[in-house]
């Protein structure tokens, strides 16, 4: 019989994709040994609004240009073929059943991990997955995160994996709230760099990058529109 296919499951609103979402997925990927991440954009969260999200195809296809480099990485769209809020646990069961020969970990942040036990079904899913975070090299939070994780019914502590967290310098809400300074600002633009120092522009509500235009604004974008201009953007991070 084939040796399983170790998977690593990457979710979030990836509302835009940035370098610190990479790097946290390079870093579990080498770390853990994993055959392959799939990055599975939320559709729709259980605990709070999706009315800022860029649309569904804005979100997969920056995904598409942030991991096109990196043969390991892969998106699916799953949540967006399932119905009601994006539990996990719900996510995880179709998963099993596309991927029926794979062990699945399951990678969240620490402040996710300090409340894992509010999760829908949590129970069910650590029976799904090895159950993965990180903590800054700061040995209050490690204490913290083992301390919780020692505690949590229905964790086997024998598939826990706590990594040491790669320092991250950018954030999503960050690149936002960039987009909502410069909107309605002619003229006013925020350069975005990737590692690559590839360009991308935050503008007038959006992101340009790989000859696109991506918007943050629902109202104003429902289908992405072409731009001339080529910005070879591969991944999407921010840059003073």
């Known amino acids: 019989m084939a040796d399983k296919q170790k998977i690593g499951v990457f979710g979030g609103a990836f509302n835009p994709v940035h370098n610190g979402h990479i790097n946290l997925a390079l870093h579990y990927l080498n770390e853990l040994e994993l055959d392959k991440i799939l990055f599975i954009p939320t559709a729709s969260?259980?605990?709070?609004?999706?009315?800022?999200?860029?649309?569904k195809e804005d979100r997969i296809n920056m995904l598409s240009l942030a991991?096109?480099?990196?043969?390991?990485?892969e998106i699916s769209?799953?949540?967006?073929?399932?119905?009601?809020?994006?539990?996990?646990?719900l996510t995880l069961s179709e998963l099993k059943k596309i991927y029926k020969n794979a062990e699945f970990y399951l990678i969240i942040g620490a402040d996710q991990m300090l409340h894992f036990d509010k999760w829908y079904k949590y129970k069910e899913i650590l029976s799904l997955v090895t159950l993965c975070t990180s903590a800054r090299e700061n040995e209050k939070e490690k204490a913290e995160i083992l301390s919780f994780a020692s505690r949590l019914?229905?964790?086997?502590?024998?598939?826990?994996?706590?990594?040491?967290?790669?320092?991250?310098?950018?954030?999503?809400?960050?690149?936002?709230?960039?987009?909502?300074?410069?909107?309605?600002?002619?003229?006013?633009?925020?350069?975005?760099?990737?590692?690559r120092s590839e360009a991308a522009d935050v503008e007038d509500g959006g992101i340009e990058a790989g000859n696109q235009r991506f918007c943050f604004r629902q109202q104003h974008c429902s289908r992405l529109r072409e731009f001339h201009h080529h910005a070879r953007s591969r991944f999407i991070s921010l840059s003073n």
Do not use: W
């Open 45 to 55: 969260p259980p605990h709070k609004s999706d009315d800022d999200f860029a649309p």
């Open 153 to 195: 019914d229905g964790l086997d502590m024998n598939k826990f994996k706590l990594l040491t967290s790669p320092v991250l310098k950018v954030s999503s809400s960050e690149i936002r709230q960039k987009i909502k300074d410069g909107c309605g600002n002619t003229g006013q633009r925020y350069r975005i760099l990737d590692m």
């Open 67 to 73: 991991i096109s480099s990196f043969d390991k990485f």
């Open 77 to 89: 769209d799953i949540e967006f073929k399932l119905t009601g809020k994006s539990y996990t646990y």
